[in-house]
């Protein structure tokens, strides 16, 4: 079945370094791809998604191409702040509109000032 | 936008009891999904419904079961608790045809 690989955490950065958060996925079809993001004690919040090959999906700084080449999603800020130390998941939709999401295991980011 | 909201946050049950967790979707959603998620794990899909179906679930025994209501609330309900049913679980609404979910900030589940 479709599956979801991320880069394993945790990650530990300083404030304003350059993040990269790799992502890689199996699916038969065209899935859509997204980053979520879980603060402590929170549910997911949606961080950015992309619906085809070659878009880019961008939100707050953050940014992920979707790659159908590689089968990639990776996510990147160029400077990262205390405030973006979570939990970031990378997740795949099988279809279009709505249907399941598969996660990835989820990679723990702490940035330290 | 209310966002979506889950009841109760924490609960506490003892092994083979009941439970029933219940989520309010947002408004204007009207696909709601249910997800269990074990500590330091990514996020399991369990089943979603639309419009008052199930159209689809994940690899969960039938011990697991859901309704969803005309006002496309939700309930999650698990019987004969057992000890690996500690999670977080999170119930995610969507309208139909959009990629894309809001979650709620979900119930933690312990099992003891």
């Known amino acids: 079945g479709d599956s979801v690989t991320q880069m394993e955490g945790p990650v530990t950065l300083s404030e304003e370094a350059f993040l990269t958060i790799n992502c890689t996925y199996t699916?038969?079809?065209?899935?859509?791809l997204f980053w979520y993001v879980q603060y402590p004690g929170e549910g997911l919040q949606l961080l950015l998604k992309?619906?085809?090959?070659?878009d880019k999906g961008s939100n707050k700084g953050f940014e992920a191409t979707y790659r159908k080449e590689t089968t990639s999603f990776h996510l990147e800020k160029g400077s990262v702040q205390v405030s973006d130390s979570a939990v970031y998941f990378c997740?795949?939709?099988?279809?279009?509109?709505?249907?399941?999401?598969?996660f990835g295991q989820g990679t723990r980011l702490t940035i330290n000032p | 936008e209310t966002g979506v909201t889950q009841s109760p946050t924490h609960l506490i049950k003892t092994r083979g009891q009941q439970v029933t967790l219940r989520c309010s979707s947002q408004?204007?959603?009207?696909?709601v999904s249910w997800y269990q998620q074990a500590l330091g794990q990514g996020p399991q899909f369990i089943f979603q419904?639309?419009?008052?179906?199930?159209?689809g679930r994940g690899n969960f025994p039938p011990r697991f079961s859901g309704l969803q209501f005309p006002n496309y609330s939700s309930e999650l309900n698990v019987n004969a608790l057992e000890l690996d049913d500690s999670a977080l679980y999170l119930c995610?609404?969507?309208?139909?045809?959009?990629?894309?979910?809001?979650f709620g900030s979900g119930t933690r589940l312990t099992v003891v």
């Open positions: 995610a609404s969507s309208p139909q045809g959009v990629d894309g979910y809001t």
């Open positions: 699916a038969t079809g065209y899935p859509s």
């Open positions: 992309a619906t085809k090959a070659d």
């Open positions: 997740a795949l939709s099988e279809e279009k509109g709505a249907q399941k999401l598969v």
């Open positions: 408004s204007g959603h009207n696909t």
């Open positions: 419904y639309y419009r008052e179906e199930e159209n």
